[in-house]
């Protein structure tokens, strides 16, 4: 029944002078979607509105579904076209709609009417007043109700007469690609897709880096990040990931640092070399799922001292999330069950029976001094020999 | 070099089966219960492939059913004997180191009301005789051994242990799951009193999802798929004939040069223990000897997990399995080695390999050099 959508976008709107860039990057990012599904579409953007016109025929949720996924959108209402057959017609219709779409009658209602033909012979009042009559004679169940109403029925009289009442909540934020690019820290957990989620949905767009420790770490453990970034670039977009090879830095770390610093050292290359590909690729900030204690690592100390080691900001979305509430996001944006996978990152390999929770930076730039020998150069073969996947 | 030593997963099939299914696939491609020519030429596939199976285990070409593998093999035979003879008894015994086909089916029909006894295994993976027979009561409907352990090789008295049933309660039945015995070793049911055997087609070099339950003409069975009363009604289901054909084929060329086969597994098995005793802390689980299964060797390299044994080897060409699947996430023990009373410092650092008869003494020497070179460099790397 449906043959169209109207794409409601919020934040946009107060853009100014600006706005065009907006639209026109959210009309992108739902081109792109609609790229990937069944059905031709035709996306036009008129008198502040953008309209998905479809072509062909299509499948309603997997429209809904692609477009829920597209940052930018507030609302997306189905829309039916009507023709513009006189006032009688049109009554027919719209009770035709409210027959379709609302099963159960014991609603309230109001009909707000938009003129973009002002040669209408009716003004917008007198069709809000006379569609309210029809439907009310049609349907003795339905109530007006102007300042509340179940059900706002909007009739817009264009070329032809376009018929919407639902509003479909769409993912909210900014289009993707209005927000500059970040670095995200891939981990193969809970907490890094989301974070990734969250932070391109201020329109940012993302490349990501994992850090891979084979033997130590499975190639599975590996698809399992290739896996979990699929499912972030749904939102985001196609991003590339840099996949570094980080056996030796770590052994070496292990073998001439004390063994309960491990993690923390670790962590400071593992920014540092995330901060070097992030600029190399135009990046303007490091994003990471870290949450204030969630683990030794993430303590405020602990995070005061990887922290210090970048230049570039680093943007923690999820810093005074609980648990829970990350899971939940996680399971919304379809990472939970890949990332609860039992396989074993990088992280926990060699991690201490009791690493320090509050680590003191001084002491920790002290003992970092005995990797200074090689370190350089084994990052240098580390960024050398790192695997770019494109993920899309 | 690419060796593959994990042929307890599955196997590389025999070009012969390759070639044989392709062809069927392409030419011979109808449903053996079609009444017209096209059904009749398939059917013939499916006779052949019984009479192969049925000549190697001397038994009747009716008494073999093809399944959809191992697993099936294993559902059926415990499942389809407990529910025809749940009158006579509700007792089953099995052993502790079976595979999870049967021992999680034990376990569903424990849930439905079946009183289940597992018999024990002394370190070398092997279950005692006396403890059999004194398990066994006059309400027992099914014994299940396997025939060979999967996990460290270990064979099962089995010959002897059919003559203790039927001596103790001549009607208790009598299953094998011979899935990692079948080629490997001489299987004969009805001189060793068995009832049921289950055999899975891609252990043997033949295609996967395919296999059969040997079924003796006296036993009382229940299907466990109904529909189309395919194989006598007994297993439904259209006929994978090329599958079949497979199965039947890999069974004949297994089976051909089976004693000298046989022969020069144990002689690349010896290659491989005494060389990997060579390593300091090693342990070898299971019996070295020829009371294990010829193409079995379950190691324990202490102080490197069996995963990243399992991945500096895979570097290396090597492709072998983690005896015991085990992460800082998940601990998932193994029921074989902890029923061996494996320590659990041993259990997380075992993996096995498992050889064919593609299997060359090069690749057995290649092997132990990558370990000599590995094990020393992991072995400086343990979590603290």
């Known amino acids: 029944m449906f043959t169209a959508f109207l794409i409601k976008y919020a934040e946009i709107g107060v853009k100014g002078k600006n706005r065009y860039i907006f639209e026109e990057a959210l009309v992108r990012q739902i081109e792109f979607a609609l790229s990937k599904i069944d059905g031709q579409f035709k996306t036009r953007r008129t008198q502040g509105r953008i309209y998905i016109d479809a072509v062909s025929a299509f499948d309603f949720d997997e429209t809904v579904t692609a477009l829920q996924k597209v940052f930018g959108i507030s609302g997306i209402c189905p829309v039916v076209y009507v023709e513009d057959e006189g006032f009688e017609k049109l009554g027919k219709d719209v009770i035709n709609f409210i027959d379709n779409v609302y099963p159960d009658k014991h609603k309230t209602f109001k009909v707000c009417t938009r003129r973009a033909r002002k040669n209408y012979p009716k003004s917008s009042m007198e069709v809000n007043a006379d569609l309210g009559g029809v439907i009310l004679d049609a349907f003795p169940d339905m109530k007006v109700d102007v300042h509340n109403p179940d059900v706002e029925l909007n009739v817009e009289i264009r070329e032809k007469i376009y018929i919407y009442s639902e509003v479909i909540p769409g993912p909210g934020g900014m289009p993707v690609g209005t927000g500059g690019k970040a670095m995200l820290l891939l981990s193969g957990g809970i907490d890094s897709p989301v974070a990734g989620y969250m932070i391109s949905k201020r329109g940012v767009t993302l490349e990501a880096v994992y850090f891979h420790a084979p033997p130590y770490t499975s190639e599975r453990a590996k698809q399992k990040v290739v896996d979990l970034a699929k499912y972030v670039s749904e939102y985001s977009g196609p991003l590339k990931l840099h996949v570094i090879n980080f056996t030796d830095i770590q052994l070496y770390i292990y073998e001439k640092c004390p063994h309960d610093e491990l993690t923390i050292i670790m962590r400071r290359y593992m920014m540092r070399i995330a901060e070097m590909i992030a600029k190399e690729n135009d990046c303007l900030g490091l994003v990471t799922g870290e949450s204030i204690g969630q683990v030794a690592s993430q303590t405020m100390q602990a995070l005061m001292a990887t922290n210090e080691v970048c230049t570039l900001p680093v943007y923690r979305p999820l810093i005074a999330f609980d648990k829970q509430d990350i899971v939940d996001i996680s399971e919304k944006i379809n990472t939970y069950e890949t990332s609860i996978l039992p396989f074993e990152d990088c992280c926990t390999i060699f991690v201490a029976k009791h690493p320090v929770t509050k680590p003191n930076v001084n002491v920790i730039r002290q003992h970092e001094q005995n990797v200074f020998d090689k370190i350089d150069e084994m990052i240098e073969t580390a960024l050398q020999t790192r695997e770019i996947i494109e993920v899309k | ?384």
């Open chain 2, 1 to 384: 070099m690419e060796v593959y030593l994990d042929n307890s997963a599955t196997t590389k099939a025999y070009p012969e089966v390759v070639s044989l299914v392709a062809d069927i696939m392409t030419n011979d491609y109808g449903n053996a219960s079609s009444m017209h020519l096209k059904g009749v030429d398939a059917e013939k596939y499916l006779k052949y492939s019984k009479a192969t199976i049925a000549g190697i285990m001397k038994v009747k070409e009716k008494e073999i059913f093809f399944t959809s593998g191992g697993t099936e093999s294993d559902n059926w035979a415990l499942m389809g004997a407990a529910f025809a003879n749940h009158r006579s008894g509700k007792h089953l015994i099995t052993t502790k180191i079976e595979h999870p086909a049967i021992l999680r089916t034990m376990e569903h029909l424990k849930e439905l009301g079946f009183d289940i006894t597992y018999l024990s295994v002394n370190q070398y993976g092997q279950i005692s005789l006396e403890e059999l027979r004194n398990a066994i009561r006059p309400d027992t409907i099914l014994v299940s051994i396997m025939f060979v352990n999967n996990e460290v090789g270990a064979i099962q008295p089995i010959d002897e242990a059919g003559e203790i049933i039927k001596q103790t309660n001549p009607r208790t039945l009598f299953h094998v799951d011979a899935v990692q015995g079948f080629g490997k070793l001489r299987l004969l049911p009805k001189k060793w009193k068995i009832d049921m055997v289950s055999v899975s087609g891609h252990k043997i070099h033949g295609p996967k999802g395919t296999g059969f339950l040997y079924i003796d003409e006296k036993v009382k069975i229940k299907p466990i798929i109904y529909g189309g009363g395919q194989q006598n009604g007994y297993r439904s289901g259209t006929e994978n004939v090329p599958g079949v054909a497979g199965l039947g084929k890999a069974t004949e060329l297994i089976y051909r040069n089976m004693v000298e086969d046989t022969h020069r597994l144990y002689c690349l098995k010896k290659k491989l223990v005494s060389g990997l005793l060579k390593i300091d802390h090693v342990k070898i689980n299971g019996p070295q000897d020829e009371t294990g299964a010829p193409h079995i060797v379950s190691a324990s390299i202490a102080g490197i997990r069996s995963e990243v044994m399992l991945h500096s080897l895979e570097d290396k060409g090597v492709y072998v399995s983690a005896g015991s699947a085990c992460s800082s996430h998940k601990h998932t023990v193994s029921d074989t080695l902890s029923a061996m009373g494996l320590s659990t410092e041993y259990m997380d650092s075992t993996i096995r390999f498992s050889l064919s008869v593609f299997t060359t003494e090069e690749e057995i020497e290649y092997t132990l050099k990558c370990l000599y070179e590995l094990v020393p460099m992991l072995r400086r790397y343990t979590r603290r």
